[in-house]
Protein backbone atom coordinates (compact mmCIF):
# COMPACT_ATOMS: atom_id res chain seq x y z
CA UNK A 1 0.00 0.00 0.00
CA UNK A 2 2.88 1.96 0.83
CA UNK A 3 4.61 1.88 -2.55
CA UNK A 4 1.14 2.55 -4.28
CA UNK A 5 0.57 5.66 -2.28
CA UNK A 6 4.46 6.75 -3.28
CA UNK A 7 3.85 6.39 -6.54
CA UNK A 8 0.81 8.11 -7.00
CA UNK A 9 2.55 11.04 -5.07
CA UNK A 10 5.30 11.00 -7.38
CA UNK A 11 2.94 10.57 -10.46
CA UNK A 12 0.54 14.30 -8.89
CA UNK A 13 3.97 15.64 -8.77
CA UNK A 14 4.95 15.32 -12.47
CA UNK A 15 1.82 15.87 -13.65
CA UNK A 16 2.07 19.69 -11.91
CA UNK A 17 5.37 20.12 -12.97
CA UNK A 18 4.46 18.81 -16.14
CA UNK A 19 1.63 21.82 -16.22
CA UNK A 20 4.10 24.45 -15.21
CA UNK A 21 7.01 23.46 -17.91
CA UNK A 22 4.38 23.69 -20.56
CA UNK A 23 2.34 26.73 -19.45
CA UNK A 24 5.64 28.61 -20.55
CA UNK A 25 6.93 26.22 -23.14
CA UNK A 26 4.16 25.30 -25.13
CA UNK A 27 1.08 27.33 -23.17
CA UNK A 28 -2.24 25.56 -24.90
CA UNK A 29 -1.06 22.23 -24.12
CA UNK A 30 0.13 23.54 -20.58
CA UNK A 31 -3.53 24.71 -19.94
CA UNK A 32 -5.36 21.49 -21.36
CA UNK A 33 -3.03 19.39 -19.08
CA UNK A 34 -4.52 21.63 -15.90
CA UNK A 35 -7.97 21.14 -17.37
CA UNK A 36 -7.58 17.05 -17.60
CA UNK A 37 -5.92 17.57 -13.68
CA UNK A 38 -8.95 19.78 -12.56
CA UNK A 39 -11.37 17.57 -13.67
CA UNK A 40 -9.91 14.43 -12.80
CA UNK A 41 -8.43 14.95 -9.82
CA UNK A 42 -9.74 16.30 -6.98
CA UNK A 43 -6.67 17.54 -4.59
CA UNK A 44 -3.64 19.59 -5.12
CA UNK A 45 -0.41 19.97 -2.69
CA UNK A 46 2.68 19.00 -4.16
CA UNK A 47 5.51 19.34 -2.03
CA UNK A 48 7.90 20.44 -4.53
CA UNK A 49 11.52 21.30 -3.30
CA UNK A 50 10.70 23.08 -0.43
CA UNK A 51 7.42 24.93 -1.83
CA UNK A 52 4.30 23.53 -1.25
CA UNK A 53 2.24 23.87 -4.84
CA UNK A 54 -1.26 24.43 -4.78
CA UNK A 55 -4.36 25.55 -6.81
CA UNK A 56 -3.78 29.31 -6.06
CA UNK A 57 -0.38 29.30 -6.71
CA UNK A 58 -0.87 26.98 -10.40
CA UNK A 59 -3.81 29.76 -10.93
CA UNK A 60 -0.79 32.86 -10.22
CA UNK A 61 1.53 30.84 -12.87
CA UNK A 62 -1.39 30.80 -15.25
CA UNK A 63 -1.96 33.76 -15.80
CA UNK A 64 1.54 35.02 -15.77
CA UNK A 65 1.75 32.44 -18.14
CA UNK A 66 -0.82 33.80 -20.38
CA UNK A 67 0.13 37.56 -20.75
CA UNK A 68 3.62 35.90 -21.54
CA UNK A 69 2.05 33.77 -24.03
CA UNK A 70 0.32 37.06 -25.76
CA UNK A 71 3.52 39.24 -25.63
CA UNK A 72 5.00 36.71 -27.68
CA UNK A 73 2.24 36.51 -30.03
CA UNK A 74 0.95 39.86 -29.48
CA UNK A 75 0.12 40.81 -33.54
CA UNK A 76 -2.32 37.46 -33.09
CA UNK A 77 -4.21 38.67 -30.07
CA UNK A 78 -7.29 40.56 -29.94
CA UNK A 79 -8.02 43.14 -27.24
CA UNK A 80 -8.72 41.45 -23.93
CA UNK A 81 -12.44 40.74 -22.89
CA UNK A 82 -13.85 40.44 -19.37
CA UNK A 83 -17.77 40.31 -20.93
CA UNK A 84 -18.84 36.61 -20.32
CA UNK A 85 -17.07 36.53 -16.60
CA UNK A 86 -18.79 40.16 -15.56
CA UNK A 87 -21.86 39.08 -13.61
CA UNK A 88 -18.90 36.89 -11.48
CA UNK A 89 -16.55 39.99 -11.64
CA UNK A 90 -19.83 42.16 -10.13
CA UNK A 91 -20.59 39.68 -7.67
CA UNK A 92 -17.31 39.43 -5.48
CA UNK A 93 -16.52 42.88 -6.24
CA UNK A 94 -19.95 43.87 -4.02
CA UNK A 95 -18.83 40.53 -1.80
CA UNK A 96 -15.81 42.58 -1.08
CA UNK A 97 -17.39 45.84 -0.67
CA UNK A 98 -19.94 44.69 2.01
CA UNK A 99 -17.02 42.94 3.89
CA UNK A 100 -15.99 45.62 6.46
CA UNK A 101 -19.85 45.44 7.55
CA UNK A 102 -20.02 42.04 8.30
CA UNK A 103 -18.41 40.20 11.61
CA UNK A 104 -19.46 36.61 11.73
CA UNK A 105 -16.02 36.13 10.99
CA UNK A 106 -12.44 37.63 11.30
CA UNK A 107 -11.58 39.76 8.62
CA UNK A 108 -8.72 37.97 7.66
CA UNK A 109 -10.39 34.20 7.16
CA UNK A 110 -12.89 36.63 4.85
CA UNK A 111 -9.95 38.01 2.92
CA UNK A 112 -8.39 34.99 2.50
CA UNK A 113 -11.98 32.93 1.28
CA UNK A 114 -12.50 35.56 -1.04
CA UNK A 115 -8.77 35.69 -2.61
CA UNK A 116 -9.40 31.61 -2.39
CA UNK A 117 -12.63 31.82 -4.64
CA UNK A 118 -11.74 34.49 -6.72
CA UNK A 119 -8.58 32.76 -8.20
CA UNK A 120 -9.65 29.47 -8.29
CA UNK A 121 -12.95 30.52 -9.64
CA UNK A 122 -12.05 33.85 -12.34
CA UNK A 123 -8.44 33.27 -13.55
CA UNK A 124 -8.70 30.23 -15.71
CA UNK A 125 -12.28 31.02 -17.46
CA UNK A 126 -10.43 34.30 -18.37
CA UNK A 127 -7.66 32.64 -19.53
CA UNK A 128 -9.87 30.16 -21.29
CA UNK A 129 -12.21 32.73 -23.15
CA UNK A 130 -9.69 34.63 -24.45
CA UNK A 131 -7.21 32.15 -25.89
CA UNK A 132 -10.46 30.91 -27.35
CA UNK A 133 -11.15 34.43 -28.84
CA UNK A 134 -7.96 34.43 -30.51
CA UNK A 135 -8.03 31.53 -31.95
CA UNK A 136 -10.49 28.04 -33.23
CA UNK A 137 -7.55 25.40 -32.55
CA UNK A 138 -7.31 25.97 -29.04
CA UNK A 139 -11.64 25.80 -29.02
CA UNK A 140 -10.73 22.12 -30.70
CA UNK A 141 -7.87 21.73 -27.92
CA UNK A 142 -10.39 22.31 -24.92
CA UNK A 143 -13.47 20.46 -26.37
CA UNK A 144 -10.97 17.29 -26.80
CA UNK A 145 -9.74 17.38 -23.49
CA UNK A 146 -13.51 18.36 -21.72
CA UNK A 147 -14.43 15.06 -23.68
CA UNK A 148 -11.93 13.25 -22.62
CA UNK A 149 -12.23 14.00 -19.13
CA UNK A 150 -16.23 13.49 -19.61
CA UNK A 151 -15.68 9.89 -21.00
CA UNK A 152 -13.46 8.67 -17.86
CA UNK A 153 -15.49 9.88 -15.51
CA UNK A 154 -18.65 8.85 -16.74
CA UNK A 155 -17.30 5.41 -17.93
CA UNK A 156 -15.71 4.85 -14.37
CA UNK A 157 -18.70 6.00 -12.47
CA UNK A 158 -20.22 2.77 -14.13
CA UNK A 159 -17.69 0.53 -13.22
CA UNK A 160 -18.42 1.73 -9.71
CA UNK A 161 -21.70 0.12 -10.02
CA UNK A 162 -20.14 -3.83 -9.56
CA UNK A 163 -19.24 -2.18 -6.27
CA UNK A 164 -21.34 -0.26 -4.32
CA UNK A 165 -19.87 1.99 -1.76
CA UNK A 166 -16.01 1.17 -3.00
CA UNK A 167 -14.06 3.65 -5.05
CA UNK A 168 -10.64 2.58 -5.53
CA UNK A 169 -9.35 5.45 -7.29
CA UNK A 170 -10.59 8.16 -4.55
CA UNK A 171 -9.39 5.91 -1.75
CA UNK A 172 -5.90 5.46 -2.76
CA UNK A 173 -6.01 9.66 -4.05
CA UNK A 174 -7.74 10.51 -0.65
CA UNK A 175 -5.05 9.13 1.36
CA UNK A 176 -2.30 9.79 -0.86
CA UNK A 177 -3.34 13.83 0.02
CA UNK A 178 -4.22 13.53 3.82
CA UNK A 179 -8.24 13.37 2.93
CA UNK A 180 -10.06 10.83 4.51
CA UNK A 181 -12.87 8.69 2.46
CA UNK A 182 -16.13 8.83 4.17
CA UNK A 183 -17.04 4.64 3.51
CA UNK A 184 -20.60 5.10 5.33
CA UNK A 185 -21.52 7.83 3.37
CA UNK A 186 -20.04 6.37 0.00
CA UNK A 187 -22.50 3.16 0.68
CA UNK A 188 -25.36 5.30 1.26
CA UNK A 189 -25.58 5.09 4.84
CA UNK A 190 -26.91 8.05 6.92
CA UNK A 191 -25.33 6.50 10.18
CA UNK A 192 -29.09 6.79 11.34
CA UNK A 193 -31.05 3.98 11.73
CA UNK A 194 -29.83 1.42 9.06
CA UNK A 195 -26.52 0.43 7.46
CA UNK A 196 -27.72 -0.72 4.45
CA UNK A 197 -27.59 1.59 1.29
CA UNK A 198 -30.76 -0.43 0.02
CA UNK A 199 -32.75 1.50 3.30
CA UNK A 200 -32.00 4.31 1.10
CA UNK A 201 -33.07 3.46 -2.23
CA UNK A 202 -29.63 3.72 -3.05
CA UNK A 203 -28.86 0.12 -4.74
CA UNK A 204 -25.42 1.44 -5.74
CA UNK A 205 -24.24 3.14 -3.02
CA UNK A 206 -23.26 7.11 -3.76
CA UNK A 207 -20.73 7.24 -6.66
CA UNK A 208 -18.38 10.09 -6.87
CA UNK A 209 -16.18 8.62 -10.04
CA UNK A 210 -13.19 10.59 -9.97
CA UNK A 211 -14.53 13.77 -7.86
CA UNK A 212 -14.07 14.42 -3.76
CA UNK A 213 -18.01 13.98 -3.38
CA UNK A 214 -21.04 12.36 -5.07
CA UNK A 215 -22.39 15.83 -5.49
CA UNK A 216 -19.75 17.13 -7.18
CA UNK A 217 -20.15 14.34 -9.81
CA UNK A 218 -23.75 14.44 -10.00
CA UNK A 219 -22.92 18.49 -10.66
CA UNK A 220 -20.84 17.23 -13.21
CA UNK A 221 -23.03 14.65 -14.97
CA UNK A 222 -25.90 17.43 -15.53
CA UNK A 223 -23.01 19.94 -17.47
CA UNK A 224 -21.76 17.22 -19.42
CA UNK A 225 -24.89 16.30 -20.35
CA UNK A 226 -25.64 20.23 -21.89
CA UNK A 227 -22.12 20.30 -23.03
CA UNK A 228 -22.50 17.04 -25.15
CA UNK A 229 -26.01 18.43 -26.58
CA UNK A 230 -24.17 21.75 -27.06
CA UNK A 231 -21.32 19.92 -29.80
CA UNK A 232 -23.59 16.92 -30.91
CA UNK A 233 -22.88 18.80 -34.63
CA UNK A 234 -18.63 18.66 -33.33
CA UNK A 235 -19.04 15.01 -32.42
CA UNK A 236 -19.09 11.64 -34.31
CA UNK A 237 -23.38 10.81 -33.86
CA UNK A 238 -22.37 7.60 -32.07
CA UNK A 239 -20.07 8.72 -29.84
CA UNK A 240 -22.66 11.51 -29.17
CA UNK A 241 -25.22 9.14 -28.35
CA UNK A 242 -23.33 6.74 -26.74
CA UNK A 243 -21.81 8.91 -24.02
CA UNK A 244 -25.42 10.95 -23.52
CA UNK A 245 -26.94 7.04 -23.09
CA UNK A 246 -23.91 6.73 -20.20
CA UNK A 247 -24.17 9.88 -19.04
CA UNK A 248 -28.26 9.35 -18.62
CA UNK A 249 -27.50 5.92 -16.61
CA UNK A 250 -24.88 7.71 -14.29
CA UNK A 251 -27.42 10.17 -13.32
CA UNK A 252 -29.86 7.59 -12.62
CA UNK A 253 -27.66 5.18 -10.79
CA UNK A 254 -25.23 7.80 -9.10
CA UNK A 255 -27.14 8.19 -5.39
CA UNK A 256 -27.62 11.93 -5.94
CA UNK A 257 -31.22 12.46 -6.50
CA UNK A 258 -30.93 16.14 -6.81
CA UNK A 259 -29.22 15.60 -10.54
CA UNK A 260 -32.42 14.11 -11.38
CA UNK A 261 -34.48 16.63 -10.73
CA UNK A 262 -32.33 19.57 -11.90
CA UNK A 263 -31.51 18.22 -15.08
CA UNK A 264 -35.55 17.56 -15.41
CA UNK A 265 -36.24 21.04 -14.76
CA UNK A 266 -33.38 22.25 -17.19
CA UNK A 267 -34.32 20.35 -19.85
CA UNK A 268 -38.21 21.86 -19.51
CA UNK A 269 -36.50 25.65 -19.60
CA UNK A 270 -34.27 24.34 -22.65
CA UNK A 271 -37.42 23.11 -25.01
CA UNK A 272 -39.95 26.08 -23.06
CA UNK A 273 -36.97 28.66 -24.35
CA UNK A 274 -36.44 26.96 -27.88
CA UNK A 275 -40.63 27.35 -27.99
CA UNK A 276 -40.52 23.16 -29.05
CA UNK A 277 -43.89 23.03 -27.33
CA UNK A 278 -44.96 19.73 -28.63
CA UNK A 279 -41.75 17.80 -27.61
CA UNK A 280 -42.42 20.06 -24.13
CA UNK A 281 -45.81 18.33 -23.93
CA UNK A 282 -44.87 15.00 -24.57
CA UNK A 283 -41.31 15.45 -22.10
CA UNK A 284 -44.27 16.58 -19.16
CA UNK A 285 -46.58 13.13 -19.85
CA UNK A 286 -43.26 11.01 -20.18
CA UNK A 287 -41.99 12.47 -16.87
CA UNK A 288 -45.85 11.81 -15.24
CA UNK A 289 -46.06 8.33 -16.60
CA UNK A 290 -42.44 7.35 -15.12
CA UNK A 291 -43.56 9.06 -11.84
CA UNK A 292 -46.43 6.47 -11.60
CA UNK A 293 -44.18 4.05 -12.75
CA UNK A 294 -41.84 4.58 -9.66
CA UNK A 295 -44.95 6.06 -7.40
CA UNK A 296 -45.77 1.25 -7.77
CA UNK A 297 -42.09 0.78 -7.52
CA UNK A 298 -41.57 0.73 -3.58
CA UNK A 299 -37.45 0.51 -4.16
CA UNK A 300 -37.87 3.35 -6.52
CA UNK A 301 -40.30 5.63 -4.70
CA UNK A 302 -38.00 5.11 -1.76
CA UNK A 303 -35.26 6.45 -4.29
CA UNK A 304 -36.78 8.88 -6.24
CA UNK A 305 -39.57 10.11 -3.88
CA UNK A 306 -37.46 10.79 -0.82
CA UNK A 307 -36.61 14.04 -2.44
CA UNK A 308 -39.82 15.07 -1.17
CA UNK A 309 -40.97 12.76 1.07
CA UNK A 310 -41.79 13.75 4.61
CA UNK A 311 -40.49 11.99 7.60
CA UNK A 312 -41.15 11.05 11.15
CA UNK A 313 -37.16 12.58 11.58
CA UNK A 314 -37.14 15.80 11.61
CA UNK A 315 -33.20 15.56 9.79
CA UNK A 316 -33.73 12.25 7.91
CA UNK A 317 -32.89 12.52 4.16
CA UNK A 318 -33.31 15.89 1.95
CA UNK A 319 -37.49 16.08 2.92
CA UNK A 320 -39.04 19.41 2.81
CA UNK A 321 -40.13 19.02 6.97
CA UNK A 322 -35.46 19.19 7.20
CA UNK A 323 -35.81 21.72 4.35
CA UNK A 324 -38.12 24.32 6.72
CA UNK A 325 -36.77 23.67 9.55
CA UNK A 326 -33.02 24.79 8.41
CA UNK A 327 -34.32 27.62 7.17
CA UNK A 328 -36.53 28.61 10.53
CA UNK A 329 -32.56 27.97 11.72
CA UNK A 330 -30.95 30.32 9.23
CA UNK A 331 -33.49 33.11 9.86
CA UNK A 332 -32.66 32.60 13.47
CA UNK A 333 -28.93 32.25 12.96
CA UNK A 334 -29.10 35.82 11.17
CA UNK A 335 -31.63 38.00 13.09
CA UNK A 336 -28.77 40.38 14.23
CA UNK A 337 -27.31 40.40 10.81
CA UNK A 338 -30.14 39.93 8.43
CA UNK A 339 -29.43 42.50 5.97
CA UNK A 340 -25.42 42.03 5.44
CA UNK A 341 -25.13 38.21 6.52
CA UNK A 342 -22.45 36.82 8.72
CA UNK A 343 -19.89 37.05 6.36
CA UNK A 344 -18.20 35.51 3.06
CA UNK A 345 -17.29 32.23 3.69
CA UNK A 346 -18.75 31.88 7.23
CA UNK A 347 -20.62 28.77 6.32
CA UNK A 348 -17.38 27.27 5.26
CA UNK A 349 -15.78 28.51 8.55
CA UNK A 350 -18.59 27.79 10.69
CA UNK A 351 -18.17 23.85 9.72
CA UNK A 352 -14.56 23.79 9.62
CA UNK A 353 -14.77 25.03 13.19
CA UNK A 354 -18.10 23.08 14.50
CA UNK A 355 -17.80 19.87 12.20
CA UNK A 356 -22.09 21.16 11.74
CA UNK A 357 -24.91 23.13 12.53
CA UNK A 358 -27.54 22.36 15.34
CA UNK A 359 -30.35 23.31 13.27
CA UNK A 360 -28.94 23.93 9.24
CA UNK A 361 -26.76 21.30 9.57
CA UNK A 362 -24.29 21.16 6.17
CA UNK A 363 -26.03 24.35 4.81
CA UNK A 364 -27.47 21.89 2.24
CA UNK A 365 -29.13 25.00 0.05
CA UNK A 366 -27.86 27.85 -1.78
CA UNK A 367 -30.86 29.87 0.18
CA UNK A 368 -28.75 28.69 3.36
CA UNK A 369 -25.40 29.46 1.82
CA UNK A 370 -26.44 32.77 0.28
CA UNK A 371 -28.12 34.04 3.61
CA UNK A 372 -25.66 33.17 6.15
CA UNK A 373 -22.53 34.39 4.06
CA UNK A 374 -24.56 37.61 3.03
CA UNK A 375 -27.96 38.60 4.18
CA UNK A 376 -30.67 40.08 1.88
CA UNK A 377 -27.69 41.77 -0.04
CA UNK A 378 -26.78 38.36 -1.03
CA UNK A 379 -30.14 37.49 -2.14
CA UNK A 380 -30.61 40.72 -4.25
CA UNK A 381 -26.76 39.98 -5.39
CA UNK A 382 -27.56 36.69 -6.88
CA UNK A 383 -30.46 37.36 -8.65
CA UNK A 384 -28.62 40.20 -10.17
CA UNK A 385 -25.54 37.70 -11.03
CA UNK A 386 -28.19 35.83 -12.77
CA UNK A 387 -30.33 38.69 -14.32
CA UNK A 388 -26.80 39.86 -16.06
CA UNK A 389 -25.97 35.78 -16.99
CA UNK A 390 -29.43 35.74 -18.73
CA UNK A 391 -28.92 39.20 -20.70
CA UNK A 392 -25.60 38.29 -22.08
CA UNK A 393 -26.59 34.67 -22.91
CA UNK A 394 -29.99 36.35 -25.02
CA UNK A 395 -27.36 38.36 -27.24
CA UNK A 396 -26.71 34.78 -29.07
CA UNK A 397 -29.59 33.38 -31.28
CA UNK A 398 -32.39 31.80 -29.79
CA UNK A 399 -31.31 28.33 -29.78
CA UNK A 400 -28.49 29.00 -28.15
CA UNK A 401 -29.31 31.07 -25.54
CA UNK A 402 -32.11 28.62 -24.63
CA UNK A 403 -29.13 26.46 -23.92
CA UNK A 404 -27.11 28.44 -21.65
CA UNK A 405 -29.97 29.52 -19.86
CA UNK A 406 -30.68 26.00 -19.56
CA UNK A 407 -27.01 25.56 -18.28
CA UNK A 408 -27.61 28.09 -15.58
CA UNK A 409 -30.90 26.91 -14.36
CA UNK A 410 -29.35 23.06 -14.24
CA UNK A 411 -26.53 24.84 -11.43
CA UNK A 412 -29.57 27.12 -9.52
CA UNK A 413 -31.71 24.07 -8.87
CA UNK A 414 -29.23 21.81 -8.40
CA UNK A 415 -27.63 24.36 -6.05
CA UNK A 416 -30.91 25.17 -3.90
CA UNK A 417 -31.86 21.52 -3.26
CA UNK A 418 -27.66 20.31 -2.35
CA UNK A 419 -25.92 23.74 -1.64
CA UNK A 420 -22.89 25.54 -2.74
CA UNK A 421 -19.73 23.67 -2.12
CA UNK A 422 -17.56 24.90 -5.12
CA UNK A 423 -19.90 24.61 -7.72
CA UNK A 424 -19.42 28.02 -9.11
CA UNK A 425 -15.89 27.00 -10.42
CA UNK A 426 -17.30 24.01 -12.88
CA UNK A 427 -20.54 25.90 -13.73
CA UNK A 428 -18.18 29.18 -14.97
CA UNK A 429 -15.97 26.52 -16.59
CA UNK A 430 -18.56 25.34 -18.79
CA UNK A 431 -20.16 28.36 -19.29
CA UNK A 432 -17.22 29.58 -21.16
CA UNK A 433 -16.57 26.77 -22.70
CA UNK A 434 -20.07 26.57 -24.58
CA UNK A 435 -19.83 30.53 -24.86
CA UNK A 436 -16.39 29.70 -27.12
CA UNK A 437 -18.72 26.92 -29.24
CA UNK A 438 -20.78 30.19 -29.47
CA UNK A 439 -18.73 32.53 -30.96
CA UNK A 440 -18.06 29.86 -34.42
CA UNK A 441 -21.13 28.56 -35.37
CA UNK A 442 -23.35 30.15 -37.62
CA UNK A 443 -26.43 31.16 -35.36
CA UNK A 444 -24.17 33.42 -33.70
CA UNK A 445 -22.01 34.48 -36.34
CA UNK A 446 -25.44 35.38 -38.09
CA UNK A 447 -26.98 37.10 -35.26
CA UNK A 448 -23.55 39.19 -34.32
CA UNK A 449 -23.03 40.12 -38.09
CA UNK A 450 -26.64 41.66 -38.10
CA UNK A 451 -26.45 43.86 -35.34
CA UNK A 452 -23.39 45.12 -36.79
CA UNK A 453 -25.20 45.80 -39.52
CA UNK A 454 -28.30 47.36 -37.58
CA UNK A 455 -25.76 49.68 -35.81
CA UNK A 456 -24.37 50.88 -39.08
CA UNK A 457 -27.59 51.41 -40.26
CA UNK A 458 -28.59 53.58 -37.21
CA UNK A 459 -25.17 55.62 -37.55
CA UNK A 460 -26.12 56.87 -41.22
CA UNK A 461 -26.71 60.20 -41.13
CA UNK A 462 -28.93 61.63 -43.96
CA UNK A 463 -27.72 63.78 -47.02
Known amino acids: MDDILTIVKIAQALWIGCIVIMLFWKFRIGVAGYMAYMFLVPYMKIEFGGLTLQWNIINILLLIAFFVHRQRNYDEQPPLDWRPLLPFVVYFGISLLIMPFQDGLPFADAINAWRTQVLKYLILPFVLWNDVCADYDSLRLYRNVTIGCITVAVLYGL ?36 NSALSEGRLFGRISSVFSHPMTFGLFLGFALFYLYRNKDNLNKWIVFGLTLFILTDI ?10 ATFFAILILLMQSRSYKLLLS ?19 NYIGSIFAGDDSSFRGSTLTMR ?23 TNYYLTQYESHPTILYFESLIFYVLCNSGIIGVIL ?23 NSLFAFYIVFAIITGEY ?24 DNYDNDILAEAEDDKQPL
Request: glycine share 12%; hydrophobic share 45%.
Open 159 to 194: CLTLSPGINPYMIILSIANGEEFNFAYAAGNSGLSD
Open 252 to 261: IVCGVRSVIF
Open 283 to 301: TVIGGAILYAFIAFSPTLN
Open 324 to 346: LAQLDGCLHEIQYSFIEGKGFGW
Open 382 to 404: WISMGTLIVRYNNWSGQTVAALL
Open 422 to 445: GYMQYFIIFYILMLGEDLYSIETE
